[in-house]
């Protein structure tokens, strides 16, 4: 009986995996505004872009899920699981928060093998676009040049005005996802994290080891699942 715990351990730290998961597209996403921090939810597309994102993970079983404390990227995460072949339930927990995480406690065994635990933190958020935040993206090109918006977007170093470029994004994400989420990864589990564009490129540059050149042109769609492999600390994309 051992020798199987033991092989059945084995087998199941060889299948962790991290799903990367952008937000369904939010109303002003659709709308073309640059939205940073503005806690805007999901558009009717994004809320379908949420459904069929989830269909291609609804086999891959779920330890634990992060997400930003942003509604966009809350609100897709329930919507993911919607078709789960787990059938689990993603429960939003709130360590440290007073009676929200103490009289949020489940007694019963039944209910609490029925959840997928659910952690939020600003670290996952998209990057802060400062006076950019509600700004049409298009009359902002015509009124700095497309180029300059787009450094502004894309590059690594450069931030908008009184905003957050990526390296400063970075620099709150990257420690995060180190130190909560990495560890679940390195026992095993496979996470799911529900993020924004920034975010994730953010991971993503630091797990495929991109310069800062390559990843101005690097794009995170909305609602389509990246997912790799974690095995003895080497990542693979699948």
């Known amino acids: 009986m051992g020798v ?8 199941k730290r060889m299948s962790a995996k991290l799903i990367l ?19 805007i939810p999901l558009s009717e597309e994004g809320i379908q872009e949420s459904i069929e994102g989830g269909e291609k993970i609804k086999d891959i079983p779920i330890d634990v899920i992060y997400t930003s404390s942003l509604i966009r990227a809350q609100m897709t995460v329930p919507l ?4 789960h072949s787990s059938k689990k339930i993603p429960v939003f927990l ?22 997928i635990p659910v952690y939020a933190s600003p670290a996952l958020n998209e990057r802060m676009y400062g006076k950019l935040q509600g700004l049409n993206k298009a009359e902002t090109a015509a009124k700095y040049g497309a180029d300059q918006v787009q450094t502004w977007r894309r590059s690594f170093d450069t931030s908008p005005p009184e905003g957050e470029s990526l390296a400063m994004t970075a620099k709150r994400t990257l420690p995060y996802f180190q130190e909560q989420i990495v560890p679940h990864l390195e026992k095993g589990e496979t996470v799911l994290v529900s993020a924004h564009g920034n975010s994730i490129r953010a991971i993503v540059m630091q797990l495929e080891n991109l310069s800062k050149e390559a990843v101005v042109s690097l794009e995170i769609p909305t609602g389509d699942p990246l997912i790799y492999s974690f095995h003895k600390g080497r990542w693979k994309k699948e």
């Open 80 to 83: 993911a699981l919607l078709h």
């Open 94 to 115: 709130h360590p440290g928060e007073g009676k929200l995480e103490t009289w949020g406690k489940v007694y019963g065994k039944e209910a609490a093998r029925q959840l």
């Open 4 to 11: 199987s715990v033991k092989l059945l351990k084995k087998e």
């Open 21 to 39: 998961l952008r937000h369904g597209q939010s109303i002003w996403n659709k709308e073309n505004f640059f939205t940073g921090w503005v806690d």
